[in-house]
């Protein structure tokens, strides 16, 4: 009876333990790619089975060629449009995305665009909305009429960002309005970026959802920075429940795929201790059990390491609404 007892103890606890991790399994769960030179063997972490990403992007229009040998369906790349060129009329970035389809026959279904346009900050990229309307009718519509699925460009998580888009739309959909027919710049999904608690990460979807109704969003830059590893990890759980739960979620991102010694939202966020170890949220995000290892554990990863790409505007400092929970 003893041992049945232990037996049945240890499979509670063996639920609540999962429970407590959120859910494990995810084909919406993708990575935000930044690279560290100093720890290269760490970029292949992400793909080590069992993992379960199934997309990534790294903020440039070509994949990684870290990841050269991981099919397209395998390992989906999503190209970004950055920032924007110096003019308006450059199509570098459509030729790229056409070259990764014609000539190296990966299968490019859908595209990001402008990161944090609205902020030049924490790596923002600082576009004037008119003048990205016009890089967008040059190089984003004509991948739109090949059938690639593009996202707006994701703005911060401050109360610029739909002002923003909602300029960018109107000033795109007046250049491609002629001969007295309006016409409506058009767009699949919206990006979203978030970097504070549960509740405003909420109400910060929601207000998008008032904003672009009846669109999927992608979460494609989120975390809760520079807080204790307890509400690190709960906000962690619960975003991702959420997002799995909402059928008009479409991908999410977690920002924090890096050690903690160089993470630039604080060092319980990131998925990697010091020694490049997996930390309870990196596991959980590849889908396997926590392995306890504390973020700020082990060595440092060595002087001078180069840190990740900025994580964009802290919207934990902007004022937000009360949580709405949808």
């Known amino acids: 009876q003893l041992s049945a007892s232990v037996a049945v103890l240890a499979t ?49 229009a070509t994949p990684s060629l870290v990841f050269n040998n991981i099919s397209q369906a395998d390992f989906e790349f999503v190209p970004m449009l950055w920032g924007a060129p110096n003019s308006a009329s450059d199509t570098t970035f459509l030729d790229s995305v056409k070259g990764l389809i014609e000539n190296r026959g990966i299968n490019i279904s859908h595209v990001l665009t402008f990161n944090e346009p609205d902020a030049s900050m924490y790596g923002g990229s600082n576009v004037d ?30 109360p610029t960002g739909i002002p923003w888009l909602t300029q960018f739309l109107g000033n795109c959909s007046k250049i491609i309005s002629t001969g007295g027919k309006a016409k409506n710049c058009t767009f699949d999904f919206v990006p979203l970026h978030w970097y504070g608690d549960f509740g405003g990460l909420a109400s910060h979807m929601g207000e998008y959802s008032a904003a672009f109704p009846n669109k999927t969003q992608w979460i494609t830059e989120y975390n809760y920075d520079n807080q ?70 082990g060595g440092s990863s060595g002087s001078g390491s180069s840190k990740p790409k900025s994580a964009g505007f802290r919207a934990v400092n902007a004022p937000r609404m009360t949580a709405v929970l949808l």
Do not use: H
């Open 228 to 297: 204790d590893l307890a509400t690190t990890q709960g906000f962690y759980n619960m975003s991702a429940e959420y997002f799995d739960r909402l059928d008009w979620v479409g991908r999410y991102s977690m920002f924090g795929a890096f050690r903690s010694d160089v993470s630039n939202v604080g060092p319980n966020a990131a998925m990697l201790n010091n020694d490049g170890e997996l930390t309870d949220i990196g596991a959980w995000y590849l889908g396997r059990p926590g392995t306890g290892v504390n973020p700020q554990s």
């Open 129 to 158: 909305p008119s003048f990205a309307a016009q890089v967008w009718v040059n190089n984003i519509i004509p991948l739109q009429k090949l059938n690639i699925s593009v996202g707006l460009p994701a703005c911060t998580g401050a």
């Open 12 to 60: 509670l606890s063996s639920l609540v333990a999962r429970t407590a991790a959120g859910p494990l399994a995810s084909s919406k769960r993708g990575l935000v790619f930044s690279p560290n030179s100093t720890t290269p063997d760490d970029d292949l972490i992400w793909v080590q089975k069992p993992t379960d990403l199934t997309w990534y992007y790294n903020y440039q």
